[in-house]
Structures are given as structure tokens and as C-alpha cells.
């Protein structure tokens, strides 16, 4: 089931690494840099605040206008995203793509999908003959590429397998953590991984430190899944959400543990 919504934004880059690709990274023609955008997962938890997001989707939810949304969504010069997963069902109980990868993938591709996030529950399919995710996740990249249309392959398996290891021959972007959760010790926990993890990114593939699920959380690179609160973009720090032309810093060993980060008055202050 296409459930979940992204919008992403076109974000130029400049050297965002200076080292040579790994021989066996995705080469899919997308994931050059990482992506950046907005998620409807948080908003669409709460019914109170997902009204207008769930009535835009639903003017589009007929065949024809599928299409127009990939349209309309690319006429705003942003590009389209939608979930999925790899086993029977996704999280929420919807279908997940098990058995119909291409047909999904195909269906994607019609739709002027830019992005696909592949979650993992449900996989009980796989895992009961043995199978883990590095044997099950390329199902879906290769039915992707099999579309000739270049679609950011964004694999959601909570860091399981070590994915940080052979992600990049399978996808753009890969969940190092589980689940982030909306308080700061989760983004210190997600952050003292990702300093560890650091040699695993380069340009076409990229460690997922999940989504931004609150404003205070904007020190985390990725997607944004939840609106600004009113008035905070004429704040101090609402230009750390419009997208750069600067080069990107890179989580490293030279970091200081993120536990002696300090918050001011124009955001947090990370020591190197």
C-alpha cells in the first residue's frame, strides 16, 4: 500500500565528499547528496493536524489523478515521495509490496514517484526460511531499476544486519538507529552511532538518522515530520531549515561526544 507521503527538496551541494566512490555503491543516477524534505508520518498521527495533507491526498486518489499529484508536486519544483514496505504488511497493517515488487515498483514509476522509503515489519515471510535483509532488500532495488526511472531507494531496516556495511550496494540511504523519539537524549544516542559510522557515507549513498520529529531537532540532516510551529520562521534559527549550497559536514571521530553539546540562544552549539 502507498501510504506515506514526502515532499522533497532539490538541495545543491557542493563537496559533500572528497573520496572516491566504494566500487559496489548504487550507481541508480539519484542520492548524489543526501535527502531533505517533509514527512507525513507525524502529522498524519494526529487527526487534529493531518486534515489538510489527508484531503489533498484524497483529491488525488483516483488512477488519473495519482499522476496529476506527481505533477502538481514537480510543477512546485520539489519531488515526490511515498512509503512502502518489504514484508506482507506494513507498520500500520496496510499491504506491504511481498511478491508484487515489480508491480509496485512499475506503479512508482507511472506515478512520477521520486523516492521510495521501504520499511521492514512483517518480513516474518523472509525470516522463517532464513532469509535476512541484505538477501531480501535487493528484490526491490532491482525492480526499481528494472523501471529505467531513477527513483532515491531509501531502505527503513531500523540498522539491522549491519546495514552500514552493504547498504550502498542496495540503496541511497539506510536507517542506522530504530525509531527516534521526540526528546533530545534520542537525538544524543542517534548521533554518538552516527559519529562511529561516518566512513559508510559518500555521494549516492548515505546513513539515515531518521526523521526530524520536532523543531528542536533540526540539527539532524534528513527529513523534516512535523511543520514549523507558528511564527517560527521569522526566528533566529529557521534558516537552519532552508536548503544550502554549502558543503555538508560529515558526523566524524573529530566530534565531540554530542553529551557536551550546548543549546544558545541561536541553536545548539557543536563543538569540533
Not at 506491504?96 to 515488487?101: D, R, T, V
Request: some cysteine.
Amino acid at each position: 500500500m502507498l501510504k506515506q507521503l514526502f515532499v522533497l527538496l532539490p538541495v545543491v551541494v557542493s563537496g559533500v565528499s572528497c573520496r572516491t566512490l566504494p566500487e559496489k555503491r548504487l550507481n541508480n543516477g539519484v542520492g548524489r547528496t543526501p535527502a531533505l524534505g517533509w514527512n507525513s508520518w507525524v502529522p498524519s498521527s494526529f487527526k487534529s493536524s493531518h486534515q489538510g495533507a489527508r484531503t489533498w491526498a484524497d483529491q488525488h486518489a483516483a488512477e488519473p489523478g495519482r499522476v496529476q499529484c506527481g505533477r502538481d508536486v514537480h510543477n512546485l519544483g520539489l519531488k515526490l515521495g511515498l512509503y512502502g514496505d518489504a514484508g506482507t504488511q506494513t507498520c500500520s497493517g496496510f499491504p506491504g509490496s511481498y511478491g508484487n515488487e515489480q508491480k509496485d515498483a512499475d506503479t512508482l514509476a507511472a506515478w512520477g514517484v521520486d523516492y521510495w522509503k521501504f520499511d521492514n515489519c512483517k518480513t516474518e515471510v523472509y525470516t522463517s526460511k532464513g532469509m535476512k535483509s541484505p538477501q531480501y532488500y535487493p528484490i526491490m532495488r532491482d525492480a526499481l531499476q528494472r523501471t529505467g526511472k531513477p527513483i532515491f531507494f531509501s531502505m527503513c531496516q531500523w540498522g539491522q544486519d549491519n546495514v552500514w556495511e552493504w547498504g550502498a550496494s542496495v540503496g541511497n540511504s539506510w536507517r542506522i538507529p530504530g525509531d527516534i523519539t521526540n526528546n533530545w537524549g534520542s537525538v544524543v544516542s542517534i548521533a554518538a552511532q552516527a559519529a562511529t559510522l561516518s566512513q559508510y557515507a559518500a555521494p549516492s549513498g548515505f546513513n539515515d538518522l531518521d526523521m526530524m520529529v520536532s523543531v528542536s531537532q533540526l540539527c539532524i540532516p534528513g527529513l523534516l515530520g512535523k511543520g514549523l510551529p507558528h511564527g517560527y520562521r521569522n526566528s533566529a534559527t529557521a534558516d537552519s531549515t532552508r536548503p544550502r549550497s554549502e558543503p555538508i559536514s560529515v558526523y566524524g571521530p573529530s566530534w565531540s561526544h554530542p553529551s557536551s553539546w550546548a543549546r544558545t540562544s541561536r541553536g545548539w552549539n557543536l563543538p569540533r
